[in-house]
């Protein structure tokens, strides 16, 4: 058995080894990704990084939807406290 693996003590004997096989083999066997895929890849990624316009646009629908879920917990309280229109 390969010394300095994660594998837990209560298992049945030999499982060990056939973890260690299984996890040596899918390591050696992992597909990797084309050349040309991790590159267009890493240009769109540093595009994305650098879109301030974007990062505006997010920040204004956090405020929005923060904003309108505040408004309706508040509703809700409201009526819940018998005040507002739908109070009873």
Not at 11 to 36: H, I, T, W
Not at 40 to 47: H, P, S
Not at 70 to 77: E, F
């Amino acid at each position: 058995m390969s010394t300095g693996r994660d594998i837990r003590l209560d298992l049945e004997p030999g499982a060990s080894e056939e973890l260690v096989a299984l996890a040596e083999r899918l390591d050696r066997e992992r597909p990797v990704l084309s050349a040309g895929f991790r590159g267009e890849l890493r240009r769109r990624l540093l595009v994305g990084a650098g879109a301030p316009r974007r990062l505006a646009r997010l920040r204004l629908l956090i405020t929005g939807y923060a904003s309108t879920g505040t408004l309706l917990l508040l509703l809700g309280a409201a009526s819940a406290a018998g005040i507002g229109p739908l109070g009873a």
